[in-house]
């Protein structure tokens, strides 16, 4: 009798579950991980790259939901505030120049616009965008900087609107640097290279694939616009952010991908995903951030030591950027939209 109630008690106590299980094969928590994280500490580590990629994995235990995580995204501006970002905005539907009129190029890359050639540039543009940026400074005489500012702007929404038209592969390619860098390729092998996001959810790895042109049903989602300082150089950027819920077991609450669009510096292709993966009920839950990047400057004789000096510096920062993202998610609800024209 004994042992038919034990048996009894171990088949009605809840399975002990891995929250992290999801990230697998990509990602593995260890059992100390899991202890540094239930005393309430942050965990970062660098992830295996291929060829020209590096990634990066980081989680903290948070006393929060998806519903909080989703209303911060929403006010992306707000929840990326930190002394990295130098300035962001969130395009409108559908975008408007008007929408980038906080984005200003340093006076250190207009000058490098000017004497940009295809196979060399200090910026990742197209031939075609090099020529037309050219031409418009050269028909400005001396008021050429705030026209060729105004030209770039016009190039990053012509960027974000041929993506949000026909995805990747409406994206012309980089010339900055040898042969042509298709973006639709660079942001496949990424992708392809994710492997947990491509075995457990591969409807919405299809939908990031070959946005917009899919069945699969669309994800709430909207782009935005980032200057951030990385290394010697600022990176504007543009990104593609879509918002998954999910009910079923196994499956993060809230799920966010951030798909990049374009950058202008080092970067050939982006994924982020931030994810809330259920805690055991009752217990917290854990804040979970897996970053792959292909870059430009991991190739040539000191490849191997920039990579070694950039997963050094990922590592160091993963984990206290994310503490600072568990205290803004844990403050309370977003700030409130304010009015337009409001102070």
Partial sequence: MFLALLALQVLAAPPNTDPFAFLQPSVTVSVDERRQLDRGEPIARVL??????VAVFAAVPVNIGGDRLVAWM????????????????????????????????????????????????????SAVEMTRLQRTAADAGSGWRPKLQQAFRAVVLERVKAYLADGHAALAPYADAGGPLWPATRFASVLGHSVFLTEHLPQFAQYLSRYPRTRTPAPESFVYWSKERLARKAIISATHVSILRSDEPGLPDALVAGEEIFATHYVNASLGITAIMRGQPG??????????????????????????????????EAANVLQGLRQRLESGEPPPVRPEGSP
């Avoid at 295996?48 to 990629?53: A, C, K, T």
């Avoid at 395009?91 to 060399?120: N, Y």
């Avoid at 951030?289 to 490849?303: A, I, T």
């Avoid at 950039?310 to 590592?315: E, S, V």
């Fill in 283 to 316: 217990a917290h839950n854990y804040l979970a951030y897996v970053n792959r990047s292909e870059v430009d400057v991991l190739g040539g004789m000191f490849g191997g030591l920039v990579r070694w000096f950039m997963q050094r510096r990922l590592k160091a």
């Fill in 74 to 125: 929403r006010r992306i501006e707000e929840l990326k505030k930190s002394a990295y970002v130098l300035a962001i905005g969130r395009f409108s539907d559908p975008p408007q120049i008007e929408d980038l009129d906080g984005l200003a190029l340093d006076d250190e890359e207009l000058s490098e616009i000017l004497v940009c050639r295809p196979g060399s540039c200090g910026l990742k543009l």
């Fill in 48 to 53: 295996p790259g291929q060829d020209l990629e």
